[in-house]
DNA sequence: GATGAATGAGCATTCATTCAT
DNA sequence: TATGAATGAATGCTCATTCAT
């Protein structure tokens, strides 16, 4: 009877643990040199059983892609909801931002792939809508959000708020390229230099560092005259 | 005596000659589709001999930023000795940024070879320094006018002028990988695809949205209260 | 009771509807093109079910060559029993032939599958007789009409019957390989293009073509001295 | 000084060598079997040096089929310029035919790549022209002969020259698909099989059989009423 | 100094077949 | 009976790098 139930359950799982396998990878080694070989062995299965799951390579990063924009779109999309003002709503945006990179690898992730699908092609204005949709979403709200800032007289009422929301997600496409090479140190093993990423992502120097480049992001939107008090994001 | 001189200088040719090459290829077909064989080809010598002049593919592509970071820091380094302003030389710095982007192809090169080089190694802290003296060069350049500009009261005294010029050069970055991929037309060839990518870096939106982004940046970095039109990137 | 026949029934059915999806598949795609994969789906059936039904895929291609096979000879053995003269049965043979190469895919399914089977084992002498007995039934029956011809004086006296159905049926092996590619337009889809070849197997001129061909061979056959005109296909 | 033309002739044999590897793996396994691998290992080189002399497998294939298509060539194309009859020169044709047939493996060779290369397109109308220059000629050369043998009054006036060297072609193709699986004997070895090929292709038999079906078609082409005897194809 | 030749390691993808459930 | 899941073995092809000449 829950036959069925429990094949769907594990075809889900093991989806699931085919795209932790290529994160993990993808942290471990740069997304350029995770092979489907090298996924399917760290997923002990065989490289024809991957192809059951994602019909190909592309799909798949995508697929990654995805679901962490997914988790971050979850994370903040709340906010959205809340009746704030706009850069409110920014400011806690950049908060999920830095706690996500903080705590979970899914901030790398989706930059780092989308850097490389995106490599010869615009990061915004995609050929094909609708294949990226949680990605597309992301930049949805973001310019959303900046274009709330401007109604309310906060940013640039002057400013191009696609352009403004693209230099915001490149900068963050910057941050984690440089975050994720950080630890200069020797590491005994892949498993404990992606570990030791991890944990240089919680730096307070490191997320203070971002901020910086966040808040020079922000004060380049705002309003000639604007009382920079109220963009301060490390204020609550 | 003088034989010994002419094999020196006809070495340093046929260095640059493979450069050349190489950038061509690179603008044709973008840096990850550019293999030695193609190098080799183009440059009407055997792919072994390439190995004379560089020791590896990453050396060579390298000395291609290096030589293009060259082009751009002679184009621009008069300006650090004009006794102007910081504002203004950053204002120059730009049109030459600018002037370099739509009449040669170095601004193109510099940006995505870097991309590329560092896709899984920090743009800044590189792991041997020197390796990248050029490049290093124009950072350190940045690095002054900004610091510059803050001892001259224009810019936020708080601001970190290392993290500044890092942001300004992802910035550049990311224009660039933007504007490569412009031209949405049918191009007839790779040699025409080139060439409307050419025309296309001179298209005076393409330079109109690209100054607004720096622009934006620029405004970030500036000292609260600042009269704005002294920033003004468009002004003479 | 009747158990156990409606089991054997649905047995049969589902057999035939594997055997009717993979010939469908072979129209569309071709057989080297056709997977396993491709016709489980098509039958809603899961992979391994196939393997139910048949032991691998040659013996499947195997079937479907006879199931054809078999349609051809109960399209034309009720001749054999007319009493008719040789010739009279070889030319309604081809009629026989061109009728069901206009009407049904059984012509393009024998041969078409034959010739992928055999493509590295003769035609005529199978390793294991009595693998495809239908269509070995209609080689025999070819050479039996053959040698009643040569009974009746029509045919030379001294034709190897055997030699001469082997060339007759490879001459339809070849027709079928021609009249697959026929259509030179632009297929809207997969669908579409065997819509467009059934079409074409109707075409007045691809039968005249084909016509022509068999009565080469025919004429090739003929008995020294014989009349032609009594050899004429086009005649009733 | 000859360094050069050592070089070259080097390289030619290397070629030459890696089409002979080539060639005794169709005739081993049927050009179906055979892989880039199998053709590297035999030729006792790495697969990527296939492709240093090769662009890919089915230039590879029809650089083979037009080698043998070439010897073929070599051995008939004399006789055109022989001033004899259209049907002496047929004649010889033949003879020249089943003289390789047995001596070579060329015409094995010939008939079966060109029945792979071609098993989704017609034997005759290739797409592009041009592109097996040596194959084409033997098709040009044999129709020639055929409208010779019409405007000799041998063969048929109505006869369409195209179809009937078509069907010629199609004939030597079968005979070769026959011919190739002949030894149904247990062969010791992979090695031994194709010599037991080679002799079972001078067997009298074998070639008295081949001799017939060619006759049989002929005859089939011949004009109302022709003597039969100038056709006969084992006489001088 | 220059190069022709060679290659090992790798890559994405396919497919007939098997087996536990 | 039926199947979802898995896979081993291929396949055509690429590329940075090496080395004898």
Redesign the interface.
Known sequence: MGISERRERERVERRRAILNCAKELILLQ?V??VSMEDIAQKAELSKATIYLYFSGKDVLLNEICEESAQVFLNHFRPLLETGLSGIDILKRFWRSYVELFGSSDDMIIIFKVR??LN?????ILQGEPGKSPYVEAILGALKGIIDQCKGEGVFDPD??ST??S??LL??F??LV??A???P?GNPDSDESRVQMQREARKSPALIE?MT??F????????R?GLD?SCLDISAA
Chains 1, 2, 3, 4 share one sequence.
């Open positions: 740069g350029e040199r850097n490389f490599s010869w092609q615009p990061i400013l191009d352009l403004a693209s230099l490149s900068m496409t910057i390229e440089n994720a090479c950080i200069p560092e910086k480049a808040q020079i992001i922000i004060r380049g939107f705002a000639e920079r």
